[in-house]
């Protein structure tokens, strides 16, 4: 980064239809490029318009391009949880539901290109049911540690016990 000073700028002004703009997540990816991802779409959430943008800036963040397209489904809300970028590739990791919470699934899905183009989502199943994936902690041994948090109060199968 060339200027340490503080500054701001605004990354993307949610309006209707997409009027919804949260959980944003700032990523500097392998060629410099800087992203913010964010959910937006309809008025509030949930919301079965609910999908996930990115907006990427080429000069440290001074200025921004206009929001693309990352995952929407016709039928179904799409929220962010988290995202990693590592070794090239960039996943998000997403969650899906019926637009009222209902039906979630928790999906990832990738991109090799910078975020230009995306792969299909693919469901991702060692978690419970209604769960975020949070800030991924990298230890100084190189493992990766995923925290999430759940909203599951029922029993779910993949549930696993023992300590956190």
């Not at 605004?10 to 309006?15: D, I, N, R, S, T």
């Not at 990816?29 to 779409?41: A, K, S, Y």
């Not at 100084?140 to 948090?149: A, L, R, Y």
Request: aromatic share 10%.
């Amino acid at each position: 980064m060339t200027d340490p000073t503080d500054r701001k700028a605004l990354v993307y002004k949610g309006m209707p239809p997409n009027h919804t703009c949260c959980d944003a997540a700032l990523r500097i990816l392998r060629n410099g490029e800087w992203i913010v991802l964010f959910m937006t779409g309809g008025d509030v959430e949930p919301d079965p318009t609910n999908h996930i943008r990115l907006c990427r800036s080429t000069d440290e963040g001074h200025t921004w391009q206009a929001a693309e397209m990352v995952l929407s489904f016709d039928d179904r809300a799409c929220l962010l949880s988290e995202v990693i970028v590592n070794e090239g590739a960039m996943r998000v990791f997403a969650v899906s539901h019926g637009g009222r919470f209902e039906d979630w699934q928790n999906l990832t899905i990738t991109s090799n290109d910078s975020g230009r183009s995306w792969g299909e989502p693919e469901p991702f199943v060692p978690l419970p049911r209604r769960t975020f994936v949070r800030n991924l902690c990298v230890t100084s041994w190189g493992e990766w540690v995923v925290p999430f948090q759940t909203y599951d109060t029922a029993h779910s199968p993949s549930t696993t016990t023992g300590t956190t």
